[in-house]
Nanobody, 114 residues
Framework: QVQLVESGGGLVQPGGSLRLSCAAS????????MGWYRQAPGKQRELVAH???????YYADSVKGRFTISRDNAKNTVYLQMNSLKHEDTAVYYC????????WGQGTQVTVSS
C-alpha cells in the first residue's frame, strides 16, 4: 500500500506563494498519473491539478495560470507551486493517484488570509 505525506502548507497573505510537496512510498509511483486535490470547510474534495506519467498537466479553471504541478519520479514526489493565492484557495490539500485510489494522507493546510 502506498503511503502519502503532504507538506509545505501554511498561512500566506493574498497574492503570496507556497510550494507543496507530496512524498509517496513504494516503487510504483512513476507508473501513475498523480493529482493534487483540496477540500475546503463544508465542501467536497476537488481535483485541482493532475500530471500524467509523461508529464502532461491539467488544471481546474479556478487555478489555471496560478498553480503548477510537477513530479520527480526519482524522488517519488509530486509538487504544487501555488502563486497569486486567493482567499478561496484556503483548504486542506492532498495528493493521490488520479482517481484517488490510494489511502489519503493527512493533507497539508493552506490558509490564505490577510
Amino acid at each position: 500500500q502506498v503511503q502519502l505525506v503532504e507538506s509545505g502548507g501554511g498561512l500566506v497573505q493574498p497574492g503570496g506563494s507556497l510550494r507543496l510537496s507530496c512524498a509517496a512510498s513504494g516503487s510504483i509511483f512513476s507508473i501513475y498519473a498523480m493529482g493534487w486535490y483540496r477540500q475546503a470547510p463544508g465542501k467536497q474534495r476537488e481535483l485541482v491539478a493532475h500530471i500524467t506519467t509523461g508529464g502532461r498537466t491539467y488544471y481546474a479553471d479556478s487555478v489555471k495560470g496560478r498553480f503548477t504541478i510537477s513530479r520527480d519520479n526519482a524522488k517519488n514526489t509530486v509538487y504544487l507551486q501555488m502563486n497569486s493565492l486567493k482567499h478561496e484557495d484556503t483548504a486542506v490539500y492532498y495528493c493521490n493517484a488520479l482517481g484517488g485510489q490510494w489511502s489519503w494522507g493527512q493533507g497539508t493546510q493552506v490558509t490564505v488570509s490577510s
